[in-house]
RNA sequence: GCCGAUGUAGCUCAGUUGGUCAGAGCAGCUGAUUUGUAAUCAGCAGGUCGGGGGUUCGAAUCCCUCCAUCGGCUCCA
């Protein structure tokens, strides 16, 4: 007999060999029928698979992320199940299960193509081999034994996975006529898989290695009901309606003109008056922290970019240097600020008492992105960061750091993003040459960053290698509407620059010391910040900030005096409004403002006029009745402060 | 850059196998209506069907190529 635990803390004695599956047998019928996955001693297995030993058990139903895991691995066993009946020869690489759904990455036989024309039958096929019950049967076999399988089959890709693999350690699942190498864990049998969607197809290497082939992806997303594949269709449509690139067309904020080139935004009136109100929000928390404001021109001297090591790293990804027609001196569009913020710094000596200081610029930069990467406005080849970097000494660092996390915060805060994770990226400790400086500095660097994020009450997720060159660093990321995440705001530490531009303070023992820089930007640009806003707020952006608060909506034309005479007063309490004077019915000037995402609609007729008043609608809340104008004025005035307090 | 898809009026989209196929709605303009909380009515005007080349008696439709966009891959100071 063997002992369980359960997660309550229980206790049940069972037979050695018992599985995931009979346990859950023992407690309910209708439980038993709903586990796709287990953890046992934290590790998830089989729901099928005996148990030996004592241990603590987790029984996982689709619910759970460890159910879903298997629930969707299997679903790519049987997709490429399917993908061998259509395409006989084809080459698995990989098929893991993504954050929502799975994939698989095939190498098609020569001369095969596949498009979503054929996601149809593939569907059905799957359903078909789903619906007929097949068991995923587990089972051991020596690394031999699998390599054989393998180089019979031809299939390069499993037997380069296999090379890496321990022997004794190395298993395979079947269901129906397919056997995957495979880790697991997987369904007890197809049948649990009721609904299945193939998404889109796309290219990607081998390992993810652009020197490798390109297989074939196909994404896919599965449920155990069809109503839940239902309603996630529904979301993936709610979610395209966010799209930025969507709704920054409908509002007129932004857009792209062949003629100017891809991936350069043109920022339209409204756009710009938006984007402005963000940087006087961001400017003015700034000043309350000390920063001062610095400019730059928007190129700089190739040997700048040469001294600060960016040029050897990035050069090649750059827009090509411009050169001076006589003396032919080669100039670079600005990628980055911090060159120039260096030699700022170095304008003039600096003594221990003058740090830190806070340069702050709201600089447009230009970078070569790929044709294919270019995103809306959250991928684009010039865009303005909201740049800052503080020089400071050591023993200031992680004050200076921890000064920066709650700017961000508080912007966030404000700007009411709750749903953001934090990742702190540390250098890769086996490929220290892809970084510059000191193993000492960077060292230091990487604890303090992690004591500062701690100490904030930040719950961060530590990736190696995903430091920048020249320091490790804390990345703010949120999620998009289409759940793509994006990096926001960053903080950096870097030890690096200021010994590239050998800056230096007077100390108070009378020597010559080197200053520690932190770059950072809260939004990270304005560019992609607007993004992730327009789609957080679906363009009702708060009322502070919206280019047009209130729209006045005079109920004919006999009461456009009126409504002049209101907008005039409004405008006297600083509140944005205009008048819709269209010759149109007042529910059509209602549903065409409501559409623009206008917070305020402001209708008035001969009521008002007689008693000097305003009707006020509420975006989102209908009439709120009567106002006296002052009434109003105040109401709004109350709205905005609370907003930004 | 790579893989796959898309590109018809300012916007959203029709256009069957190549043969009155250049269309609709909204937006725009003109006029009528003078309007009370999510679409008043009528008329007019809008396009080298992404650009270029080819096949054909004939191309929005088939082929090639370039450009842009979309979904991914790689990259991201």
Redesign the pocket.
């Known amino acids: 007999m063997i002992k369980i635990t359960f997660p309550d803390g229980k206790v049940r004695e069972y037979e050695s060999g018992v599985s995931g599956f009979d346990i859950a047998n023992s407690l309910s019928n209708s439980l038993a029928r709903e586990v796709v996955a287990v953890s046992l001693n934290k590790e998830i297995i089989d729901a099928t698979r005996p148990i030996l030993t004592d241990g603590s058990i987790k029984l996982h139903k689709w619910d759970d992320d460890e159910g879903k895991l298997a629930f969707w691995h299997s679903s790519a066993h049987l997709m490429a199940e399917a993908l061998e009946s259509f395409y006989p020869g084809i080459k698995l690489g990989i098929g893991p299960t993504i954050e929502n759904g799975f994939?698989y990455d095939v190498d098609l036989p020569e001369g095969a193509?596949?498009?979503?024309?054929d996601f149809g039958k593939i569907e059905q096929k799957m359903l078909e081999i789903a619906r007929e019950k097949h068991p995923f049967v587990r089972k051991e076999v020596s690394k031999q034994e699998a390599l054989d399988v393998y180089t019979k089959k031809g299939d390069e890709y499993k037997i380069e996975l296999l090379s890496e693999l321990e022997d004794g350690t190395i298993t395979f699942y079947t269901q129906n006529n397919f056997t995957d190498l495979c880790r697991g864990p997987h369904l007890p049998d197809t049948s649990f898989i009721k609904a299945i969607k193939l998404?889109?197809?796309?290219?990607?290497?081998w390992r993810?290695?652009?020197k490798n082939k390109?297989l074939?992806?196909i994404?896919g997303v599965s449920f155990p009901k069809q109503k839940l594949l239902d309603d996630y269709l529904i979301l993936l449509e709610e979610a395209k309606k966010r799209?930025h690139?969507?709704i920054g067309?409908?509002l007129e904020l932004f857009y792209?003109s062949?003629k100017v080139?891809?991936?350069l935004p043109l920022w339209l009136p409204k756009g710009a008056q938006l984007r402005e109100r963000l940087e006087a929000f961001l400017k003015k928390v700034q000043v309350e922290h000390g920063y001062l404001p610095v400019m730059c021109p928007h190129i700089g001297h190739k040997n700048l970019?040469v001294t600060s090591g960016?040029?050897e790293?990035?050069?090649k990804?750059?827009f090509q240097p411009i050169k001076t027609p006589v003396e032919g001196e080669e100039f670079m569009l600005k990628?980055?600020n911090?060159p120039h913020h260096c030699e700022i710094y170095n304008s003039k000596p600096r003594s221990y008492k003058d740090l830190p200081v806070r340069y702050a610029e709201f600089g447009t930069?230009y970078?070569?992105?790929?044709?294919?990467?270019?995103?809306?406005l959250t991928?684009v080849r010039g865009f303005t960061q909201d740049d800052a970097h503080i020089f400071c000494r050591p023993d200031q660092l992680k004050d200076e750091f921890k000064k920066v996390i709650d700017i961000v915060l508080y912007i966030f805060k404000t700007l009411d993003f709750k749903d953001f994770t934090t990742q702190v990226s540390l250098r890769d400790p086996n490929d220290k040459v892809k970084y510059i400086g000191s193993d000492e500095n960077w060292a230091r660097a990487e604890r303090e960053i992690q004591e500062a994020a701690a100490e904030k009450g930040l719950k961060t997720v530590v990736e190696l290698g995903e430091a920048?060159?020249?320091g490790p660093k804390l990345d703010f990321m949120v999620k998009d509407a289409?759940?793509?995440k994006w990096?926001l705001g960053?903080i950096?530490v870097d030890y690096n620059l200021p010994e590239r531009f050998e800056l230096e303070y007077k100390g108070s023992d009378n020597e010559m010391h080197r200053p520690v820089m932190i770059?950072r930007a809260p939004f990270g640009s304005m560019e992609r910040f607007v993004a992730v806003l327009i789609e957080h707020t679906a363009g009702k952006f708060p009322l502070w900030l919206t280019p047009e608060q209130a729209v006045i909506?005079?109920?004919?034309?006999?009461?456009n005096d009126y409504a002049k005479k209101v907008l005039n007063l409004l405008n006297n309490y600083d509140i944005r409004s205009l008048i819709d004077e269209?010759?149109?019915?007042?529910?059509?000037k209602?549903?065409?403002n409501?559409?623009k995402r206008i917070p305020y609609?402001i209708?008035?007729?001969?009521?008002?006029?007689e008693n000097n008043t305003l009707?006020?609608?509420k975006?989102?809340e209908?009439?709120l009745?009567?106002y006296k104008i002052e009434d109003f004025a105040t109401r709004v005035q109350t709205e905005v402060k609370n907003l930004l307090a």
């Open positions: 994939y193509t596949i498009s979503e024309n998404l889109n197809i796309a290219g990607a290497y993810g290695n652009e390109q074939t992806r994404y799209d690139r969507k067309k409908e792209f062949p080139g891809m991936g970019y960016h040029y790293k990035y050069g990804d750059s990628p980055m911090c930069v970078r070569y992105e790929q044709h294919g990467e270019l995103h809306g991928r920048a060159f020249y289409l759940g793509r990096q960053t950096q770059h909506i005079p109920v004919s034309e006999k009461y269209r010759n149109e019915k007042v529910g059509r209602i549903r065409d409501e559409l609609l209708v008035v007729g001969e009521k008002e006029a009707s006020v609608r975006q989102g209908g009439d009745g009567e």
